[in-house]
């Protein structure tokens, strides 16, 4: 007999892993404390939702204690005004009778007269403060109906207590004005309006004070300057000679003390020359003197209240708001000369400098006579000697 070969080793059953074993215990461990937070959740659920419930009970006893105070105020004011109404009616029914004079008071009047009380509707004293301003009230009425009632007794009529007719009595005479009440605040500025139509011109204002410019010019023909400026120095008129034609073609106001600084004598070449002037005329017309020949002054004015000056040719008035100087006749050098001088403004009334009467012709000046053409006649006039101004403002 052939006995077979058993396996290596007795028969073992399979041995679960280390893995399986604790998967196992883990997953218990996390059902019992999902179980214990469910519960947990349950429990302050609970506590929460009890909480709530009984803060509702509070407020609802709250709110029912409130109704039953609202109910109990509702109720004095319901009394209290019935009292009043009832007053009102008394007073006016009293009146009625002390007007027409027959006033007696019933037992129900007189007994609250003599005791100091009104019975409510409700036949109930509504408290101790409505007590005493009424006894007040009733007295003063008690006083009056016993007057009326001992002057007017066979006349009264008694009015049942209690009734509620009366009998309107007539309007009282208005009130007095209330004081005025406190200033209310600033209100908020309103829209601008539309611009009006412009009114008419004003009269003319009173005279400014004189004004902080200053102003300075040359009053040719004169020594002195008028009364309303200041004369800064006299002089000699002078310029270019009128055969040159080179040098200035200006006339200058050269005063009668020059002052020198580094100079040399002699006439030296490569020099300007300036000259005294003359007046250069063939008849006294425009002026009403002989002046031909002879040396022509000149005064520097200063004005201090006026800063603008204005020479205007053909003209011997000034526009209006500005001041004249003085007045007189255009003048110049001669047309055919070779050596051009400015326009001038000469006085209407020369001067002539003192011994300076001698035929020199060296710088000169001419009276201006309009031509026309380009410059248009009329309003000018061929050949006729230009007048001037000089005005300041």
Known sequence: MTSEKLPYGPFMPERSTRRERTGGALGSLVGVLGLTAVFTSAVVLAVIVQNIGHEMGN??????????????????????QEVTLSLRERIVVLETQLRVGNYQPNYAEQHAFDTGSVPSPEGEHSGHDDDTELQNNNATMRGLAHKRSKRDAPNSVRLPAGSGCCQAGRDGRDGRDGTPGALGPKGEPGQKGDTGQKGDPGPPGSPGEPGTGSSVYIRWGKTTCPSN?????????????????GGGSNYQCLPTDPQWGRYEDGVQGWKAFIYGAEYDLNTDLPFSSTLDDHDVPCAVCYVPTRGSKLMIPAHNTCPTGWMEEYDGYLMAGDYNHPAPKEYVCMDGQPETVQSGQAQRHQALFYPVEARCGSLPCPNYAEGRELTCVVCTK
Request: proline content about 0%; glycine content about 8%; cysteine-free.
């Open 229 to 245: 400026a200041t004369t800064v120095y006299a002089g000699l008129a002078g310029g270019s000679h009128y055969q040159h034609s």
């Open 59 to 80: 407020l609802r006893a709250k709110v029912e204690r409130d109704q039953e105070e609202i109910a109990k105020l509702q109720a004095r004011a319901d009394k209290d």
